[in-house]
Every structure is written in structure tokens, then in C-alpha cells.
Nanobody
Framework: QVHLVESGGGLLQAGGSLRLSCAASGRTFSYAMGWFRQAPGKECEFVATIRWNSDNTYYADSVKGRFTISRDNTKNTVYLLTNNLKPEDTAVYYC????????????????????WGQGTQVTVSS
């Protein structure tokens, strides 16, 4: 079992920045960690992913150049630094862990991940 807890969400104006955190406990080894988001009335969409034992990362086109995913293995924590936020970034942001070796190297689908956090709300006003 992997328990994930997100934090760092908030309400801010367009152009601002937030750093989201995802603390993992339980079985802390994962092949990859990912961030997804879900806006009201929309499907959950992929944001970014990072391999646990390397610096390999992959981003959705909509956030590339603005968001940065990173991890601190000593703290079992994954971060998502969100810069130059836009109103369309408003969503609940979820952290996810991929513990199975099978599947794509960069998981971008909801089904590629095995465990999920409860989410943290990010609201960006114009």
C-alpha cells in the first residue's frame, strides 16, 4: 500500500506560482510518480511525471515550460512547481504512484498509476 498526501494548493492571481507537494508513506518505492488535474466538468488530465530513480521527466504540452516536477527521495516527496499560472490551470491536482513495472515508461493515463492522493485545489483568478 502507498499512501499519498498532497498539499500546497491555494487561491492566487494569474501569473503567480505555487509549489505543490506529495508526501508518500507505506511502500515508498515506485517506478514513477505523476501529477494529474481535474477541472470542474472535465476529465482528469495528465500534467507531469518523473521516474523515481532518475531525472527523467515528461510534461503535458499545456504546462511545458511553466511547470517543473521534481522529487526528494530522502523525504519520499514529489513536488510540482507551477509558474505563470493561468485561469485555465484551475483544478484539483492529484498525485499518483506507479508501482507496477508494466506499462509505458512515461505513464500519461489514469490507468497507468496504482495509487492516488486525495487532491489539492488550485484556483487561479484572472
Amino acid at each position: 500500500q502507498v499512501h499519498l498526501v498532497e498539499s500546497g494548493g491555494g487561491l492566487l492571481q494569474a501569473g503567480g506560482s505555487l509549489r505543490l507537494s506529495c508526501a508518500a508513506s507505506g511502500r515508498t518505492f515506485s517506478y514513477a510518480m505523476g501529477w494529474f488535474r481535474q477541472a470542474p466538468g472535465k476529465e482528469c488530465e495528465f500534467v507531469a511525471t518523473i521516474r523515481w530513480n532518475s531525472d527523467n521527466t515528461y510534461y503535458a504540452d499545456s504546462v511545458k515550460g511553466r511547470f517543473t516536477i521534481s522529487r526528494d527521495n530522502t523525504k519520499n516527496t514529489v513536488y510540482l512547481l507551477t509558474n505563470n499560472l493561468k485561469p485555465e490551470d484551475t483544478a484539483v491536482y492529484y498525485c499518483a504512484a506507479k508501482i507496477s513495472r508494466s506499462g509505458p515508461y512515461y505513464g500519461t493515463g489514469v490507468g497507468d498509476y496504482d495509487y492516488w492522493g486525495q487532491g489539492t485545489q488550485v484556483t487561479v483568478s484572472s
